[in-house]
Every structure is written in C-alpha cells, then in structure tokens.
C-alpha cells in the first residue's frame, strides 16, 4: 500500500508558474505507474505561462472557475470538469474566479521536466 498525503508533498513551481504539490511519480517513487499525478493550484487573476509538453495531460478541476486554452482554443472550466491535453499542445490555463484554482493534474507517461517547453511567444 502506498499513502500520499498532501501536504507533505513539498510545493514547487512549475516551469509554467502553476504551483504543484506532486503525488506520485514512478520516476520518484516505487509505483507501478506510467503517469505522475499532482495537485495544482494557480492563484486568482493568474495566469499558467503558454507551454507544451511531450507527453499527454489530463485535468480534473476540484476549485474554482477558469479559463483553458489548448491551441488556440477556449473554454471555461469549473469543478468537475475534466480536460485532455494532448501532447504537443499549446497549452495555458487562467484563473478567472475569486480564490484559488485547484486542479489534479495527470502527465502521462510521467512529467519529467525535460519534457515540458515554455513558450516564449504567443500562438
């Protein structure tokens, strides 16, 4: 049995700017897993900087109201909300409530950082 819990998790910034507690990563941790799976928090008015990844993604919104944009294309999300990322997508996410916008995010195969490219113009 393995027990994650969160906030024992040490919080980091990811190179998006999104503020990440990681959960499981078989790249870390010795799980069975092809994907990571993290929790997300990105703070009101705030918005995730443009970026692509390698890998596939999948977000399931927990808190708050938002606005994703993959390639271009957007859309409001709220809780329950569940969006698939594909790899090589143009990707950003924004805060467009009040309190914080809390998300589970599943990178599969596992984040690695080298697979994630920050965008530095706008698509």
């Not at 970026?51 to 709220?78: N, P």
């Not at 698939?84 to 997508?89: A, D, L, R, T, V």
């Not at 599943?106 to 690695?112: E, K, L, N, S, T």
């Amino acid at each position: 049995m393995f027990i994650r819990q969160l906030m024992k998790c040490k919080e980091i910034t990811a190179g998006d700017d999104t503020r990440l507690r990681e959960l499981f990563n078989p790249l870390a941790d010795p799980l069975d897993l092809r994907y990571s799976l993290a929790h997300a928090t990105v703070g009101p008015g705030m918005t995730t900087l443009l970026h692509r990844m390698k890998t596939s993604e999948v977000y399931y919104i927990l808190v708050g109201a938002g606005e994703i944009e993959i390639d271009g294309e957007k859309s409001a999300v709220s809780p329950g909300d569940a969006v698939y990322i594909p790899p090589g997508s143009a990707q950003r996410i924004t805060n467009t409530g009040g309190c914080g916008l809390v998300f589970i995010a599943i990178v599969d195969p596992a984040w690695r950082k080298e697979d994630e490219e920050v965008l530095k113009k706008v698509i």
